[in-house]
Structures are given as structure tokens and as C-alpha cells.
């Protein structure tokens, strides 16, 4: 019996401590952040296509809206991994990124633009041969309301201004947001 209680007692404390009352106005004035995550295929384009194969990404991300805007702010982490082609150096991309996120509709089911500016991180040969260049991206996507979270496909450009040339990719990917 005194286990039960002791049970009973930590799940009542948890609750306290893990679900804070807040009054409905507190929420409807604060502007949520969500989190997410997303992963997906990333096609090579242009000269980038001629040294390394399709690769894979993924992403974490926060993402809010300020208060009276009519686009949301992304901060965006990823990872991209490309495999050699013949006579090619594998290549990795490190990139932080700061987007504006457009919905087409104020809520439900609805498609949005995304585009911004990052700074990447190209990795070749195991890490012998780095760069950090700046870049831009843009796309659009779609998002599917859930219970609790959103899925969301996003297809977007990234050009990134690299030593010499461009490195350019496609990248598509499936995620959620919390």
C-alpha cells in the first residue's frame, strides 16, 4: 500500500511541476515557438551533380511568429552528406540558417513559401579541404494539422556562393513540428 501512495503522491507532484496553470490570457498573448525536425533527399544541380551523387539531409529547427507579423521566423540547423561520383571527393554541409515562413492560408491545411539566408559549413575528403561560404534558399511546402503536431513536405532551392563556383541543391524532405 505505501508504494501505491508514493506513486500516486510523485505523479501529482510531476503534474504541478510538468503542467504550469496558465490563465487563457497569458496563452492567447504569447506567440508559441515549435520545434521540428525533418530529413529527406538532396539532388545535386549544376556543377555540384558532375562530382557527388544524390545525398541526405536533416534538419532541427525553432520557429515562431512575432506578435502582428505576418510571417514566421525559422532558425534552422542541418546536416547534408553527398557520396562521390567517379574522380569526385564526397562532400558534407553544415548550415545554420535564418528563414521567413509565408503561410497561404491562416491555419489547417495549407501550403507556404519559405526562403532565407544561411551560412554553410563544405566539408570534402574527410575534412581536409573546408569553406564557409554564405547562401541563399527558397521553396515551398506543405503542412497537414495533427493531433499535437504538424507534418509538413517542404522542396526548396539552396545556392550556396562558393570559392570559384556554386554549389546548388534541391533538397526534399518530410518532418514535424511540435
Known amino acids: 500500500m505505501k508504494v501505491s501512495r508514493y506513486v500516486v503522491s ?18 492567447q498573448l504569447e506567440s508559441p515557438v515549435h520545434f521540428g525536425l525533418s530529413a529527406g533527399l538532396n539532388i545535386p544541380l549544376s556543377t555540384l551533380s558532375q562530382s557527388v551523387q544524390t545525398g541526405f539531409i536533416i534538419n532541427g529547427f525553432a520557429q515562431g511568429t512575432p506578435q502582428d507579423w505576418p510571417v514566421a521566423l525559422r532558425g534552422e540547423l542541418s546536416y547534408t552528406g553527398f557520396g562521390r561520383k567517379a574522380g569526385g571527393l564526397s562532400m ?3 548550415s545554420g540558417n535564418i528563414d521567413a515562413v509565408l503561410p497561404l492560408a491562416p491555419t489547417g491545411d495549407a501550403p507556404y513559401f519559405i526562403g532565407g539566408v544561411g551560412l554553410n559549413h563544405l566539408s570534402q575528403a574527410s575534412g581536409r579541404i573546408t569553406e564557409n561560404d554564405f547562401g541563399i534558399n527558397f521553396g515551398g511546402g506543405w503542412q497537414w494539422q495533427l493531433t499535437g503536431m504538424t507534418a509538413f513536405m517542404e522542396l526548396r532551392y539552396f545556392y550556396i556562393n562558393t570559392s570559384g563556383s556554386s554549389a546548388q541543391m534541391l533538397p526534399l524532405t518530410f518532418g514535424l513540428k511540435f
Open 92 to 94: 558534407g554541409i553544415t
Open 10 to 27: 510523485a505523479a501529482a507532484l510531476l503534474a504541478l511541476v510538468v503542467i504550469p496553470q496558465r490563465s487563457v490570457r497569458a496563452q
